[in-house]
Nanobody
Framework: QVQLVESGGGLVQAGGSLRLSCSASGSILNFNAMGWHRQAPGKQRELVAV???????NYADSVKGRFTISRDNVKNTVYLQMNSLKPEDTAVYYC????????????WGQGTQVTVSS
């Protein structure tokens, strides 16, 4: 079972940038896809970005053009570059790994808080 550890969250003003990192304890090449979800207070967890093993990407409409997902296969790390942050981006961001068994079998990190002040 892989362990995922997120980092890079924090407090930033609207319009600012943050880069989240998700470090895996094993090779990320073993996964069909990796990505990020987020959960704001009182809201359901939602998909933010996903990167497949074939390098295709998918983003939530709310972050398209502002967020970029990428990975470093040598470092076994997935990144989420977040630019032009808005207060509505405030949430706990969770990294996940999809081994192909469906959402019930996703591996999850512990989450990192992102707070965007207006």
């Amino acid at each position: 079972q892989v362990q995922l550890v997120e980092s890079g969250g924090g407090l930033v003003q609207a319009g600012g940038s943050l880069r989240l990192s998700c470090s895996a304890s094993g090779s990320i090449l073993n996964f069909n896809a990796m990505g990020w979800h987020r959960q704001a207070p009182g809201k359901q967890r939602e998909l933010v970005a996903v990167l497949s093993s074939g390098d295709s990407t998918n983003y939530a409409d709310s972050v398209k053009g502002r967020f970029t997902i990428s990975r470093d296969n040598v470092k076994n790390t997935v990144y989420l570059q977040m630019n032009s942050l808005k207060p509505e981006d405030t949430a706990v961001y969770y990294c996940y790994a999809d081994g192909g068994g469906g959402p019930a079998f996703f591996e999850w990190g512990q989450g990192t808080q992102v707070t965007v002040s207006s």
